[in-house]
């Protein structure tokens, strides 16, 4: 068999919202980057093959490049196709400068030298192809943590007890037990009946088998305690979990369709995965091990990178077999910042991670786990990475020790919410007169790109509005950057569980601006039409005394039209 051999600065093994953001992040930043996926889709437990909700922090929806494709979504899908929810993940990545992609490919190797690892060599099953990939720095996205026991990173499985992080929350005893796996399934209404007939495998369960899993077909249900696993090994025994969790599935369905009144006549069994989605299994170990202290506290650390909040939702090991409640679910009264120092390996000195197998304890994963702090995270990494290839290829630690701030302006420039930073103003827009048709504009330079603590932080547009910088001298002019409102209280969930026969259609947030113009010295130099996104940034190559924003265009007549930031380089 052929092996092909890659050379790049920075390999992602992963290519679910984690990978694909870190591997984004860094190629849009010029550094030459590859990713490894082995599925044949991107997205992880987001994508097709799983399709579980993309949560996060309740109350404070996650920006950054997580929102960019959320938005892409609203735009590009509005009857919730999960084919086109993968196309537009593919092209995320397939069509990104400086980013090669391997689909289908299982990473198996790792070469190291000293305490780096050299190389990593992947399976691609479609083409019968080696692939090995040289790299200066490696992402481990897998989600199990495939490069922890290749490379000899030092991880973690399973739960600590109450004594050694001073947790609470955490079991008496330390043990190997996790959170469980789940094979989710989809259903669809319809205007007449449908029959189901289960297969001759499929488990049978009674009401009293159902105690404390709501299954009736209302609302946001997306069986998400269809779970087993935690109480046996989340890797080794995937496959006949597998079989378990598809037994168990089409017998909850048998259920609701045949096992009393459940008003699902007119359902019908639209999907059912067969690749269980994981919440748990390997943890890798950084500089700190992210827990419930640092999460009761917020998080406040010097090299906050990301954010969590979602509540701590400790699902029990043995999942449905458990006949008390599947779960419990604390909130969490603030969101909690998360370190650079949680990213990167102990004691492997080129290796980051992102994604469920960041360096935190069970309590502090049960958090941290969902994929929208995910894809923050993955962000994070590549910002860190692209910072550390600027400084020379140095270490993870020493960008963490050293360099972290130029890590925080790459993600704060970028829309990523950093709880406690503020993203700092180009000099020439700091120094410079700004006025507006309406309203006081000096929000607009205040580095802060969200509604927060009850301010707005928002200038109010509708059409015709207008701002304009003036400077005191001609500037030259690189790029204009946006970050208009798109509304980050509105619902979250960009995919759907259940579909019902009414139900309507997705569409961008109304409080996008669609069209607006850049002005020059009062020449047009960008002309933007039919925007959906809250993040633009405009490339431009000018030297002028002035820059004016005019919007042409709202998407609404709402009050809550508006502008986080308008300012140029």
């Not at 984004?24 to 599925?39: D, N, P, Y």
């Not at 609701?256 to 919440?279: C, M, Q, S, T, Y």
């Not at 504009?441 to 580095?447: I, S």
Request: net charge negative; hydrophobic share 35%; charged share 25%.
């Amino acid at each position: 068999m052929q092996t092909i051999t890659h050379k790049v600065d920075f390999c992602v093994i992963g290519g679910g919202l984690a990978g694909m953001c870190a591997a984004i992040t860094a190629a849009r930043h010029g550094v030459k980057t590859l990713i490894m996926q082995e599925r044949p889709v991107f997205g992880g437990n987001a994508s097709s093959e799983i399709r579980m909700w993309v949560c996060g922090a309740p109350g404070c929806l996650e920006t950054g490049i997580v929102e960019e494709l959320r938005l892409e979504n609203l735009n590009r899908n509005p009857h919730v196709n999960f084919s086109i929810w993968d196309s537009i993940l593919f092209e995320k990545i397939r069509f990104q400068e400086n980013l090669t992609s391997l689909l289908n490919c299982s990473c198996q190797s790792a070469e190291m030298e000293d305490n780096c690892i050299k190389s990593v060599t992947g399976w691609q099953m479609t083409t019968q192809t080696f692939h090995k990939v040289e790299a200066k720095y490696f992402a481990d996205c897998s989600g199990d943590s495939i490069l922890a026991p290749l490379s000899g990173a030092e991880f973690r499985i399973g739960r600590e007890d109450k004594n050694e992080f001073s947790e609470s929350l955490a079991h008496d005893t330390t043990d190997r037990q996790t959170m469980g796996m789940s094979c989710l399934i989809q259903a669809r209404e319809y205007d007449s009946p449908r029959k189901f007939v289960p297969p001759p495998w499929a488990n049978v369960y009674t009401e009293e088998d159902m105690a404390h899993r709501d299954h009736q077909l209302a609302g946001l249900e997306n069986f998400w305690w269809l779970e087993l696993g935690g109480d046996q090994d989340s890797i080794a025994d995937s496959e006949t979990l597998r079989d378990e969790l598809l037994k168990t599935a089409f017998g909850i369905w048998d259920h609701i369709k045949n096992g009393g009144d459940h008003h699902a006549d007119n359902w019908d069994l639209e999907w059912v995965g067969f690749l269980p989605g994981k919440r748990e299994s390997r943890r890798c170990i950084g500089d700190h091990i992210l827990n419930q202290n640092d999460m009761i506290s917020g998080g406040k650390f010097a090299d906050t990178v990301a954010y969590g909040g979602w509540p701590v939702d400790d699902h029990h090991p043995a999942g449905f077999k458990h006949r008390g409640a599947p779960n419990r679910n604390i909130i969490l009264d603030r969101i909690y910042g998360i370190p650079l120092r949680s990213l990167y390996s102990k004691n492997i000195g080129n290796l980051f991670f992102a994604g469920r197998n960041i360096s935190t304890t069970h309590i502090g994963l049960s958090s941290c786990r969902v994929m929208a702090t995910c894809a923050t995270l993955g962000q994070a990494v590549g910002a860190a990475v692209s910072t550390a290839v600027e400084n020379g290829y140095i270490s993870p630690r020493e960008t963490a020790q050293k360099h972290i701030k130029e890590v925080q302006s790459i993600l704060l420039d970028d829309d990523c919410y950093l709880p406690g930073f503020a993203r700092e103003i180009p000099e020439i827009c700091r120094k410079a007169k700004l006025s507006s048709s309406s309203g006081n504009p000096e929000v607009l330079r205040n580095g802060i790109d969200r509604e927060l603590n009850g301010n707005e932080n928002f200038w109010h547009c509708q059409e015709n509005s207008f701002v304009q910088y003036d400077f005191e001298e001609e500037q030259e002019i690189h790029e204009v950057r946006i970050v208009f409102n798109s509304d980050l209280s509105r619902p979250h969930l960009n995919i759907r569980a259940l579909y019902f026969l009414n139900d309507g259609t997705f569409s961008p947030p109304e409080t996008l601006v669609e069209d607006f113009d850049i002005f020059a010295d009062g020449k047009v130099i960008a002309q933007i039409r039919g925007n959906f996104q809250r993040l633009v940034k405009i490339p431009v190559s000018v030297k002028a005394k002035s820059l004016k924003l005019v919007i042409r265009k709202t998407r609404s007549n709402q009050t809550k039209c508006g502008v986080f930031s308008f300012d140029a380089r």
